[in-house]
């Protein structure tokens, strides 16, 4: 595409990118707000046990329960959505699309997460914000291991 086309496209669509630098900035301000208080909230021991802890939701009516995961998993592809715009736009798009991952359910996912976690280009960040606002880190469970691996000191 020539310089003068897209300098053109560009004039034409000005009030286009208007809105998309609008909402770039505000979902930045979003992420920095939201995704910290929601990294803080994962329970220490989430990720120490072999199978998925039991929801705090099973003692709810089904129809409840079914109302939550339909709300539940929407807010997480939302999540998802906006994490991988923030691949591009300002935002802490990785964080905010792991987030939403962490929201979905699926089959499998508990151990991939548990796998997704031990990295350390994930845990370590993660863990920082956690002591950022006085959390312990998060305890990890070593695939195959039968005891509970304690949170680095």
């Given at each position: ?91 802490q798009g990785l964080l905010t699309m ?56």
């Amino acid at each position: 595409m020539p310089w003068d086309q897209l300098l053109g496209w560009l004039d034409d669509h000005r009030v286009l990118l208007v809105w998309l630098t609008v909402a770039s900035g505000a979902l930045f301000l979003a992420s920095l707000i939201i995704v910290p208080i929601m990294v803080v909230r994962i329970p220490t021991d989430y990720f120490a046990h072999q199978h998925r802890p039991r929801s705090r939701f099973r003692d709810r009516h089904p129809i409840e329960r079914v109302l939550l995961a339909i709300a539940k998993n929407s807010l997480a592809v939302l999540f998802l959505l906006v994490g991988t715009a923030m691949l591009v736009l300002p935002g802490q798009g990785l964080l905010t699309m792991f987030i939403g991952f962490m929201m979905l359910d699926f089959p499998g996912k508990y151990r991939l997460e548990r796998w997704l976690v031990a990295r350390r280009f994930v845990s370590k960040p993660i863990n920082w914000l956690r002591r950022r606002r006085d959390r312990p880190p998060l305890a990890m469970r070593i695939p195959g291991d039968t005891d509970h691996v304690p949170p680095p000191a």
